[in-house]
């Protein structure tokens, strides 16, 4: 893949940009570039370009906006205390969007051509990567979708891949707290032979009103149980789940409906290098309920590439309320132990970051 790279002429000024890597928030400032790359059946990819950031003009026909053909990514560019610039595990969103793009009858685009491009924007963009202090980072958002101007019901003739990039601060603002978990039973977020395993808007899509459901009950977050006996724990909105044993197992549930975070394989691989086992398999509601009252599970934790790990306190639902479990010692250490590597403040054992700059 050949990249062309048009510089923009009007770059934030050092002052300002200053100003936003202070205080970034999360999505709400962008970079001064864009990559881009387009998809026709008959040229395949082409015209892979850097160009100014700026808005898209589509045709009110574009497929995306109608029925939702789109996938996209989240990972981050973490800056090392000498100055140089990592991503993590990038080639394992790339194998997770060639997946999700199989699911939503998209074009796969080569896990090398989305690690390339993500370099090449953070690398023109490197002075939006934050300083490591206070968890910041760059989150990097690359993204798909069906770009033809055309209303028919099939898989776009027309696709763009595009990645934008925004400073992020740390998830919690004033230190790690664990997150109240509201438990929707009107809604689920993926059933068997869904597409609860791709990373695509329209999973998220639902998850709003579940999620509107969990504020109104004064919850951070909502978690979704299986569709089919409505009896398993599937994740939250946007995080993955884990239940910590008193003998120091932990449980976190398998694949298939869930979507397959990185972070949580990555914690899955952690953990047992601090000598805790993690077993995938299906946990039951009511073993939720009954471990914390009887001192089973003494630690829950949430995983992505947002929050990094949060622990899990309260779980509310119509049937009343679960109560924190005891502790979050394990959750912080595993937590501190993946922190370390990103920021490169730890030896990276696996093999999991990846220089950009
Ligand atoms: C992205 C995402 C996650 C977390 O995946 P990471 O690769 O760890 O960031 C978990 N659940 C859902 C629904 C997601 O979209």
Redesign the pocket.
């Known amino acids: 893949m050949e990249i062309s790279t048009t510089l923009s002429t009007d770059l934030v000024d050092d002052q300002k940009l200053a100003a936003i890597l202070e205080n970034p928030g999360f999505g709400q400032h962008f970079t001064d570039h864009m990559f881009t790359v387009e998809w026709t059946p008959e040229r395949g990819w082409y015209d892979a370009r850097i160009t100014p950031y700026g808005p898209l003009s589509l045709d009110p026909a574009t497929a995306v906006l109608h029925y939702a053909q789109e996938i996209f ?3 981050k560019a973490y800056r090392h205390d000498d100055g140089s610039v990592w991503s993590f595990r990038p080639e ?2 790339a194998r ?1 969007m060639v997946r999700s793009s199989q699911r939503l009858a998209l074009p796969e685009l080569p896990e090398e051509d989305f690690v390339r491009a993500a370099d090449a924007l953070v690398e023109v963009d490197r002075r939006w990567v934050p300083d490591s202090a206070g968890e910041k980072s760059l989150y990097l958002r690359p993204f798909m979708f069906a770009s033809e101007k055309f209303l028919g019901v099939r898989p776009s003739q027309h696709v763009t891949f595009m990645v934008i990039a925004s400073p992020a601060g740390s998830y919690f603002k004033g230190g790690v707290k664990p997150v109240s978990l509201w438990l929707t039973e009107e809604y689920t ?1 993926a059933a068997r032979g869904g597409m ?1 395993a791709a ?1 695509t808007g329209g ?2 899509a639902s ?1 709003l009103v579940a999620q509107q459901e969990a504020s109104r009950h004064d919850c951070d977050q909502v978690v979704f149980l299986d569709a089919q006996e409505q009896r398993y724990v599937e ?6 789940m884990y239940f910590v044993h008193a003998d120091g197992h932990i449980v976190t549930p398998e694949t298939g409906t ?9 914690v899955i691989e952690l953990a047992g290098k601090l000598g805790h086992q993690v077993t995938e398999r299906r946990f039951g509601i009511e073993e939720w309920r009954e471990g914390v009252a009887s001192g089973e599970i003494v630690e829950i934790f949430a ?4 929050a990094v790990i949060t622990p899990v306190g309260e779980l509310r639902s119509a049937q009343g309320t679960t109560p924190a479990p005891a502790s979050t010692d394990l959750t912080m250490r595993i937590r501190q132990a993946l922190v370390d590597v990103q920021y490169g403040r730890a030896e990276d054992s696996f093999g999991w970051m990846h220089r950009i700059c």
């Open positions: 990514e989240g990972m394992e969103n997770r977020r609860g990373k999973n998220y998850s994740e939250l909105g946007g995080m993955n869930i979507l397959e975070g990185i972070t949580r394989a990555s995983c992505g590439t947002a």
